[in-house]
């Protein structure tokens, strides 16, 4: 069962859904750009037993706050700030795509704070070209339009900070890649393996969006990790 609540920070309040065992290891779920916390349904029957799982809104996604300002270091602050606001000292931390980018910059900020890390088909933090965002949609969506274009740009043309402080992640790491069928350069993928410490990478020929695609694959490859000891 998934309860739900929400956290007042300074700037925006954060909406998440919580499960699992109030005693369990703290889980925390990051989605993808315009997507939300309902995005690891698929999944969370299989992680939830063995965790206390916290899927968060992230700001100008779902049910959370839309301030208006958007970034990913802005999202990265938010889920340190609810850390703290629920008591959370050591998580484990799971990102997809755009999610996994704020999960990395969460593990070098505060290293001592990630016990475990997944990263699910996650961009490289390299330059590219400019991308091409579409207007806004004439019909409602869960997220706030605003949120595209900032981030599109944030991952176009990347602080070069968080390239080289992919280092500094100390928690055992874990890159689910979607393989041939993702839009993400799986070479920049191979690459962070490299650059961070306790790394390794399994491949799920699922495209981008693994865990939906895929689920039982993604859970046999993440639930034995965010397991060990």
């Known amino acids: 069962m998934t309860t739900y609540g929400t956290v007042e920070l300074p700037e925006v309040t954060l909406n998440y859904g919580e499960s699992g065992p109030p005693d369990g290891p703290p889980l925390v779920l990051l989605h993808a750009l315009g997507e939300r916390s309902l995005d690891w349904a698929g999944v969370l029957p299989e992680l939830a037993p063995a965790h206390h799982v916290f899927a968060l809104d992230l700001r100008g996604h779902g049910d959370s706050g839309r301030p208006g300002r958007y970034g990913l270091v802005e ?125 390794r990478v399994v491949t799920i020929e699922a495209g981008h969006l693994v865990h939906q695609a895929r689920p039982a694959e993604f859970v046999a490859a993440v639930a034995p990790f965010l397991g060990a000891a």
């Not at 990265?76 to 959370?88: E, Q, T």
């Not at 400019?130 to 806004?136: G, I, M, Q, T």
């Open 75 to 199: 999202m990265r602050d938010d889920v340190l700030a609810f850390l703290d606001a629920l008591g959370l000292e050591r998580v484990d931390l799971v990102g997809h795509s755009m999610g996994g980018v704020v999960a990395y910059l969460v593990a070098q900020e505060r290293p001592g704070r990630i016990r475990r890390l997944v990263l699910e088909d996650v961009p490289a933090p390299h330059p590219r070209p400019a991308s091409r965002v579409a207007d806004a949609p004439d019909g409602p969506v869960h997220f706030d339009w605003a949120v595209v274009k900032a981030v599109k740009g944030q991952v176009d043309t990347p602080d070069p900070r968080w390239l080289e402080r992919l280092a500094a992640i100390t928690a055992p790491t874990l890159i689910v890649a979607g393989g041939s069928a993702s839009h993400v350069p799986q070479g920049g993928i191979a690459e962070m393996a490299v650059r961070i410490p306790d790394c």
